[in-house]
Structure formats: C-alpha cells, structure tokens
C-alpha cells in the first residue's frame, strides 16, 4: 500500500500563492505518477495536475495552466502544487493521490490511494 498525507491548505486573499505539500510512504516504488485533485462543495472532484514517479513529464488542467506548478522530490517522497495567483473559484478540499498504471492520468478513478485532503479557501 501507499499512504499520503497532505498539509499546506489554508485560507488566502485572491491573488497570493499557496504551496501544498503531499509526503508519501509506504510501496513508493510501485507508484507510476503522482496526481492532485480537488473537490468544491457541491461538486464533482475534478484533476488539477498530475507528475510521472520515474520521469518529470506533467499534466495540467487547463484551468489552473501557468498558475500551478506539480514538482516532486523522490528522494524525500515528496509532491508538491505550488499555487500562485489563486483566485476564488480555486476554494476546494486539494487530495493528493497515487497511481500504480493509468489510462487516462485526469481520471480520479485511475489512482488506488489518496490522503485525506486539505482545506484551501481563497476570498476575494
């Protein structure tokens, strides 16, 4: 198994920057990407970026494309989002998640483990 543990949420004004952070343990060598997904009230939850385990190819939603950055740092199983100009509509509960094989790297359905999400709120 894979356990991740997300920290870093937080409340912001519109326009200032936040950087998530995702520790990860456990089978860490089984893990083929690492994604970031985040779940607004009411709403479906919905891919934000995702980073390749073994190489540094990314993903973005379109959405959040030049605002966002994924990084990882194996050597301390670490992921992270650093977000900048954050705007209203970016408030969500952010869940970072593992994949061992994907088809489809924006599906939430293709990850097995997730931690248990941080709160991000950006007031305008």
């Known amino acids: 198994q894979v356990q991740l543990a997300e920290s ?12 998530l952070s995702c520790a990860v343990s456990g089978r860490t060598f ?8 985040r ?3 009411g709403k479906e939850r919905e891919f934000v970026a995702a980073i390749g385990w073994s190489d ?3 993903y973005y ?16 199983h670490m992921v992270y989002l650093q977000m900048n100009t954050l705007k209203p509509e970016d408030t ?11 088809f489809n790297i924006r599906t939430p359905n293709e990850y097995a483990y997730w931690g248990q999400g941080t709160q991000v709120t950006v007031s305008s």
């Open 30 to 37: 089984s893990i083929y990407a690492m994604g970031w997904f």
């Open 8 to 19: 870093g949420g937080g409340l912001v004004q519109a326009g200032g920057s936040l950087t």
């Open 61 to 76: 939603a379109d959405s959040v494309k030049g605002r966002f950055t994924v990084s990882r740092d194996n050597a301390n």
């Open 92 to 102: 969500a509960v952010y869940y970072c998640a593992s994949t061992q094989g994907v």
């Open 39 to 41: 779940q607004a009230l």
């Open 56 to 58: 540094f190819t990314t």
